[in-house]
C-alpha cells in the first residue's frame, strides 16, 4: 500500500507544482521587459538575462513536471529559485509569514516544500523520467 501512495503522490505533486509554474512562467516570457523591469529593480543585473532564464525555468519547468521529464533537475533548479524568492520577500519587503487575507510568504515555503519532496520522490511512475529510464527522474 505504501508504494501506492508513493507512486501517486509525485504524480499530484508533478501535477500541482507543474500547473503552478506554468501559470506563473507564462506571464514573465509574455512580458519579458516588464519583468526585467522588476528584477532589476530588486538587483538582478542584467534585467532581462534574469527575466528570460526566470521565465523559462518557471514555464519549461512546469510543463516538465506534468510530463515528468527532468523532474529532480527542475525541481533543484526551482527550489533555489522560490528560496530566493522567499529571501527577497522576508528581508528585502519585510513581509511577514502570513498576512491575513493578503499573501505572505507562506506561500513560497509551502512551495519550497512540495518541490523538496518532488525532488526526493522524484517523477515516479507515468511518467518520461520512467519509461526513458533516466537515473535523474
Known amino acids: 500500500m505504501v508504494v501506492f501512495g508513493v507512486v501517486w503522490a509525485s504524480v499530484a505533486l508533478r ?19 516588464g519583468t526585467a523591469g522588476f ?3 530588486l538587483g538582478f543585473k542584467p ?11 518557471e514555464f519549461v519547468g ?11 533537475i527542475f ?3 526551482l527550489t533555489i529559485s522560490m528560496l530566493i524568492a522567499l529571501l527577497v520577500k522576508k528581508f528585502k519587503w519585510k513581509v511577514s509569514f502570513s498576512k491575513g487575507s493578503d499573501a505572505g510568504w507562506e506561500w513560497d515555503w509551502l512551495i519550497v516544500g512540495g518541490l523538496i ?6 517523477s515516479g511512475a507515468y ?7 533516466w537515473i535523474w527522474g
Not at 501535477?15 to 521587459?33: N, S
Not at 534585467?47 to 525555468?57: E, H, N, P, Q, S
Not at 512546469?62 to 529532480?72: E, N
Not at 511518467?127 to 529510464?133: I, K
Open 75 to 77: 525541481a533543484a533548479a
Open 15 to 33: 501535477i500541482v507544482l507543474g500547473v503552478e509554474f506554468i501559470v506563473h512562467g507564462y506571464p514573465k516570457l509574455k512580458d519579458v521587459r
Open 47 to 57: 534585467g532581462m538575462f534574469w527575466a528570460v532564464v526566470l521565465g523559462l525555468a
Open 117 to 122: 519532496a518532488l525532488f526526493f520522490l522524484g
Open 127 to 133: 511518467s518520461v523520467d520512467q519509461y526513458m529510464g
Open 62 to 72: 512546469g510543463l516538465a513536471f506534468l510530463t515528468g521529464a527532468f523532474t529532480r
Open 39 to 41: 528584477l532589476e529593480g
